[in-house]
């Protein structure tokens, strides 16, 4: 055991440091993975990776069987490897478009990226089924603090879910978040209201798992997940009418043929501008989301009900007419109790039976956390900074870490968007993201950075053809006007949340 001697630690407190590390990173989800592999690329730091499941990919570990992407492969995944081949499906609902990875291949994907690039690169350790411990951090998140021949640092630990021993390293850099956002999956957790004995039921998982038929089926939930439930059902062959979708609130979608890459990366970025001209020529809130609505920028399963919910999930054209087969749309509220012959929900009860499979899909897998400070001291908190890019926010926020210096200026550049949850929340991430836009293009460094980036969708290092030119140079029209109204509706929306 060497000396500390004039580093300063005591000797138990160097006994007990039997790891180093320059960056500690809980959690091996995707945005955990995304970031170590940007700071891999721009460092030469050692990160040290703590993870309460077996295998990387976080929530897809515990996904249902049939999940897919919502958006592009090309769009998620770590910076340094290509997740799929960029293929156009050619058949489904989602024929003409880019493919969409299923949980299997996301899962396997980061297992690869971990054990045949990380791990082999001699600056990775990876602590699978342990759990990060904060009971030895202090009020503002430290550790015990030492020096010691391998550089000062504070003392941080986590523990085996398989031993129960406790392993604790030095941190010399950071420590970093990547759980904040918490996202989850039905199958994580039992669902908030009751369940009487005798009634069929389980978590959307339990779908690609039945081995008795039901005479009908109840889907509780209306976001992405109530969504891939019903369009599960519809494609194994069960009718429509035998489907009953108890959505509480109706939500905005956004159309997925105006978000992909490749060949279709013009029609992406046009839309994208189209946005800046429908906010800049709105006269209101409704007015805005009206003129959305008719740009194809927004749309809804129901047009005799308006939306109040807005959560980034996308659907094609095929996918929004196989939903609107279901014509059982219950809109009660939540659902309080299910019994064996009746579903109790907020506003009203409806009658059930025994041989109904009731299926949960309430998990809110975009949990809208409180927006903290990205950098702060030697501890990152991982957030959306760019709404609902989850992946390429980890890895913006790994160059800007690796990049810059000032920590002020770090978090200017890294402004969190939260994610969204209600209709008007569309409003405010499209300030917080216009605004993080201002900031990053007058940035030449980083505005090379993105253009070069894999997960980066919305850039590019090719010259835009004339057409897409054209749009780009109306768009300067609009932007002044479109961010001054984006700022006023936001203004409006925090005198008076109720608006839309």
């Not at 138990?12 to 940007?38: H, K, N, Q, S």
Request: proline residues 6%.
């Amino acid at each position: 055991m060497p000396d500390p001697g004039a580093n300063g630690a005591t000797a138990i407190e160097y006994r007990r440091t039997m790891l180093d590390t320059d960056y500690l990173v809980i959690g091996a989800g995707a945005m955990g993975m995304a970031f170590t592999d940007v700071l891999l690329d721009e460092t030469d730091a050692t990160v040290a990776i703590v993870d309460r499941a077996n295998r990387p990919g976080g929530h897809w570990n515990d996904a249902y069987p049939f999940v897919r992407l919502h958006q592009p492969s090309a769009f998620y995944g770590v910076n340094s490897r290509p997740l799929g081949s960029d293929r156009i499906d050619t058949d489904g609902w989602n024929a003409g478009l880019y493919e969409l990875a299923s949980g299997a291949e996301v899962v396997a994907y980061f297992d690869q990226v971990m054990q045949q690039r990380f791990v082999p690169s001699g600056r990775v350790q990876y602590f699978p089924m342990h759990e990060f411990d904060p009971t030895g951090l202090d009020d503002q998140g430290d550790g015990v603090r030492v020096d010691a021949p391998t550089g000062a640092g504070r003392v941080i630990g986590f523990t085996s879910l398989v031993t129960g021993e406790t392993t604790e390293v030095l941190v010399r850099e950071k420590l970093v978040d990547a759980t904040y956002m918490n996202v989850t999956v039905p199958s994580q957790r039992p669902p908030a209201y009751a369940i009487a004995d005798g009634v069929r039921h389980g978590p959307v998982n339990a779908l690609g798992t039945l081995r008795e038929p039901a005479d009908r089926f109840v889907v509780v939930g209306a976001g992405k997940t109530g969504a891939d439930a019903c369009l599960f059902l519809l494609r194994s062959g069960v009718d429509p009418d035998d489907i009953r979708w108890i959505t509480p609130r109706d939500s905005w979608f956004l159309d997925r043929a105006l978000i992909q890459p490749g060949q279709f990366l013009e029609t992406t970025a046009a839309a994208f501008i189209d946005q800046f001209r429908c906010v800049a020529e709105s006269t209101s809130i409704p007015d805005l989301f009206a003129r959305l609505e008719r740009a194809g920028l927004l749309l809804r399963l129901d047009e005799s009900v308006e939306p109040t919910m807005y959560r980034c999930s996308t659907i094609t054209q095929d996918e929004r007419e196989q939903l609107r087969r279901i014509t059982d749309v219950v809109r009660l509220g939540r659902v309080q109790r299910i019994d064996t012959d009746e579903i109790v929900l907020d506003e009203g009860t409806m009658p059930t039976t025994t041989n109904t499979f009731h299926v949960d899909c309430t998990a809110d897998g975009l949990e809208r956390r409180p927006a903290v400070p990205v950098f702060d001291g030697d501890r990152l908190t991982l957030q959306t900074v760019r709404h609902c890019q989850q992946v390429f926010s980890a890895a913006f926020i790994a160059h800007v870490e690796a990049a810059y210096d000032d920590e002020a200026h770090q978090n200017t550049l890294c402004g969190v968007v939260p994610h969204p949850d209600a209709a008007s929340d569309w409003i405010r991430t499209a300030y917080g993201n216009s605004l993080n836009s201002a900031h990053w293009n007058a940035d030449p460094d980083l505005k090379a950075w993105l253009a070069a980036a894999r997960l980066d969708g919305f850039s590019s290092s090719e010259p835009p053809s004339d057409e897409l030119a054209a749009v780009m140079l109306g768009a300067l029209e609009h932007a002044e006007t479109a961010l001054a109204k984006l700022q006023r509706y936001v203004a409006e929306l925090d005198a008076d949340p109720s608006e839309v």
